[in-house]
């Protein structure tokens, strides 16, 4: 609000009629909404009526005098002006009416009208500014609250956002490995015997990687290279394929060979599988340097690829893979020791052996063999679900839901089975 603003009114409080007349011609000219009161009882009404910026109350009135009044108005109107216009040279007067009335200002009689005119000038401006000071601390307030809101309801939408995108990543990894278990038991259907080979080879390098405690990365590349370890074997014949690999003469042992090869070129295309092609071209060569196709030797073969050989080997040595004849798991372990430090790396073997030395682990999670029937929603599929034919239906890790139990239990009906599954129970209590 500025002193030109006529919505600024100024209240003059004096007994004597013609110092009012003097005030309102005066103060005529500068726009302002100029009150007149006799006495201080009819300037409390007035300002209980309508609102006042500034009072200008002469000091000696009858009744209640200037410094009652102004002390008065500052109990029970803060916001408003007061000024006093004293003809006394009593200075007690006036410093109680500072004191008491707090006053803006006061001013001698007779006064200087310049003097007068700027001195109310400057209330005005300083209550215009103190206006807009307030306003903008409010306005600062409603912003910063709003904002707060904001900022509230944004971090509340990105905790939101940031969870589905975890489940949504979760999703996608799951499907990812579901999709490459899928894949493998495809290539597995070609009647080579080896239906369950590359999942069960998977589980035995996670184990072997699990006890040499490898970083996440390796991990990762470790799984998905022993799942696809044999992806090359789509380029070689069925005939080829279903021979022992002792019985193979020299071109079906040349063939044979590149199927690393081959695997590593068919996932060049892949950004994701840039980590697992070398593993896979790397998986038959020998810690002597006496494999393929390389003859890469000691640590120069990736590590991912000296476990995978392990796993890779001892599962070839229980199918009979090698020579036909199938061995026991006992001597398939006692071969797989006796290429210590010749056909494996040393420290993959000592880690292979821990799994069969050690105390087997109690099971952390209770999981439970359930018909189909007895499956509910929430419990999580503990073990790969494959079909009769070996192919893979579901993934360990799998939650079920009910849609997906309704499917399990038509394909039961569909094809006649009698089906059970190992799934781990919903924790109780969120634990």
Same mark, same amino acid.
């Given at each position: 609000m500025t002193a030109a603003n006529p919505a600024w009114t100024l209240l003059a409080v004096d007994d004597e009629p013609n110092i009012l007349a003097a005030l309102r011609r005066l103060f005529r000219p500068t726009g302002w909404r100029i009150l007149t009161a006799g006495h201080a009882e009819e300037a409390l009404a007035l300002l209980a009526a309508e609102p006042v910026d500034a009072v200008l109350s002469d000091m000696r009135m009858p009744g209640m005098d200037?410094?009652?009044?102004?002390?008065?108005? $500052?109990?029970?109107?803060?916001?408003? &002006?007061?000024l006093l216009l004293t003809g006394q040279a009593d200075l007690g007067s006036t410093i109680a009416a500072i004191n008491r009335g707090r006053l803006h200002r006061y001013i001698t009689k007779p006064w200087n009208d310049d003097e007068l005119l700027l001195t109310l000038r400057q209330v005005a401006e300083r209550q215009a500014l103190e206006a807009d000071k307030q306003a903008l601390e409010r306005l600062t307030q409603q912003?910063?609250? !709003?904002?707060?809101?904001?900022?509230?309801?944004?971090?509340?939408?990105?905790?939101?956002?940031?969870e589905e995108l975890a489940a949504a990543n979760d999703r996608l990894k799951r499907n990812y490995l579901t999709s490459i278990k899928a894949f493998t038991a495809l290539i597995e259907l070609r009647g080579s015997a080896q239906v369950g080979h590359a999942r069960q080879v998977a589980e035995l390098a996670r184990r072997i990687g699990q006890a040499m405690t490898l970083d996440a990365g390796t991990a990762h590349d470790l799984a998905i290279a022993a799942l696809l370890h044999d992806i090359? +074997?789509?380029?070689? $014949? %069925? &005939?080829?394929? &279903?021979?022992?690999?002792?019985?193979? %003469?020299?071109? !079906?042992?040349?063939?044979?060979?590149? +199927?690393?090869?081959? /695997? !590593?070129? &068919?996932?060049?295309? $892949?950004?994701?599988?840039? /980590?697992?092609?070398?593993?896979?071209?790397?998986?038959? !060569?020998?810690?002597? /340097?006496?494999?393929?196709? %390389?003859g890469l030797r000691g640590a120069a073969i990736p590590l991912g690829a000296r476990i995978l050989a392990v796993a890779d080997a001892f599962e070839d040595l229980r199918s009979g893979r090698i020579d036909g004849q199938a061995l026991s798991t006992p001597d398939a372990r006692r071969t797989v020791l006796a290429g210590r430090g010749s056909q494996f790396d040393p420290t993959v073997v000592d880690a292979f052996a821990s799994l069969f030395s050690a105390a087997p682990l109690q099971p952390s999670v209770k999981t439970l063999r359930l018909r189909t029937l007895e499956l509910h929603d929430g419990q999580t599929l503990m073990r790969d679900f494959v079909s009769p034919e070996g192919v893979l239906l579901l993934s360990a890790g799998q939650r079920l839901n009910d849609d997906l139990i309704g499917r399990i239990r038509t394909f039961e009906r569909k094809h006649g089975l009698a089906l059970t599954l190992d799934v781990q129970m919903p924790q109780e209590g969120g634990r």
């Open positions: 200037g410094v009652q009044l102004l002390e008065r108005i $500052s109990q029970g109107w803060p916001r408003t &002006a007061r912003q910063n609250d !709003e904002l707060k809101a904001l900022n509230a309801g944004l971090e509340a939408r990105v905790a939101l956002r940031t090359g +074997h789509i380029g070689l $014949s %069925d &005939a080829l394929l &279903a021979r022992p690999l002792n019985r193979l %003469d020299g071109d !079906e042992l040349r063939r044979y060979r590149l +199927h690393p090869v081959l /695997g !590593e070129q &068919a996932l060049l295309a $892949s950004d994701d599988m840039q /980590g697992v092609a070398p593993l896979i071209r790397a998986h038959h !060569e020998r810690w002597d /340097g006496q494999g393929f196709p %390389d």
